[in-house]
């Protein structure tokens, strides 16, 4: 069954680094999604992308955050200087046009010292 | 704005028992409903969704939801748990304007089955 992929499981940077998390949605879908959890919370909405361009982008998906389809598989999400509060695990899903529910991948673990 | 409350930080119940998990929300106009597995150190795993129709939806695993719009819920059930059940539940809304509508979460329920 396709899933969601996402590189790398756990990423450790410090503070004021950029980092790119990266994902491959499933192959057939055209909807992606960033979301983060910060350990012990809900589930947050960052952003959606559709059609090469931001469809909706929650109040964290500040300046700092980007997300970029830089070719026929990849989704990224970009963090250009991060802070103590970016450690989060950060989600990335997909869903397809003819569904409504979304795939989600393993996650990858941010932790910012 | 929408919002999902999942009142239960944790479940527990027996083995062989039935379990419901609640989840009651909030969204202007019809709800597109949603539960979702987590599992330890693994992604979310989507298990069922309301979309229109029968109010008793049928999902993963042996799972069931039933949608109750008076009382604005959508309440996960299992008639027998299993030990292997035992994992954190996240029941969540999306708004049925755009197809790329974002998902918004409860705060999530652990269920602990034990023998």
């Known amino acids: 069954e396709p899933e969601v992929t996402q590189t790398p499981s756990h990423q450790v940077t410090q503070m004021g680094q950029e980092v790119i998390l990266r994902c491959v949605p499933i192959s057939n879908h055209l909807y992606f999604y960033w979301y983060r959890q910060i350990l012990g919370q809900k589930v947050e909405f960052l952003v959606s992308?559709?059609?090469?361009?931001?469809?909706?982008k929650s109040e964290i998906f500040d300046d700092q955050f980007s997300v970029e389809r830089p070719d026929g598989s990849n989704f990224t999400l970009k963090i250009r200087s991060t802070k103590l509060e970016d450690s989060a695990m950060y989600f990335c899903?997909?869903?397809?046009?003819?569904?409504?529910?979304?795939?989600f991948g393993p996650g990858t673990r941010l932790t910012v010292t | 704005a929408q919002s999902v409350a999942q009142p239960e930080d944790q479940v527990n119940v027996a083995e062989g028992n039935p379990l419901t998990v609640k989840c009651t929300y909030s969204?202007?106009?019809?709800?597109?409903l949603f539960w979702y597995v987590q599992y330890p150190n693994r992604g979310l795993q989507f298990l069922l969704k309301y979309i229109t129709g029968d109010n008793l939806v049928k999902g993963s695993y042996g799972f069931e939801a039933e949608f109750n719009k008076s009382q604005t819920s959508f309440h996960l059930k299992k008639p027998s748990a299993l030990v292997s059940d035992s994992a954190l539940y996240f029941c969540?809304?999306?708004?049925?304007?755009?197809?790329?509508?974002?998902?918004?979460f409860g705060t999530g329920t652990r269920l602990q089955v034990t023998l």
């Open positions: 992308f559709y059609n090469n361009e931001i469809s909706e």
């Open positions: 969204v202007s106009g019809n709800p597109y």
């Open positions: 899903a997909s869903s397809a046009v003819w569904s409504y529910e979304q795939y």
């Open positions: 969540a809304v999306r708004d049925q304007e755009g197809a790329a509508s974002k998902l918004t």
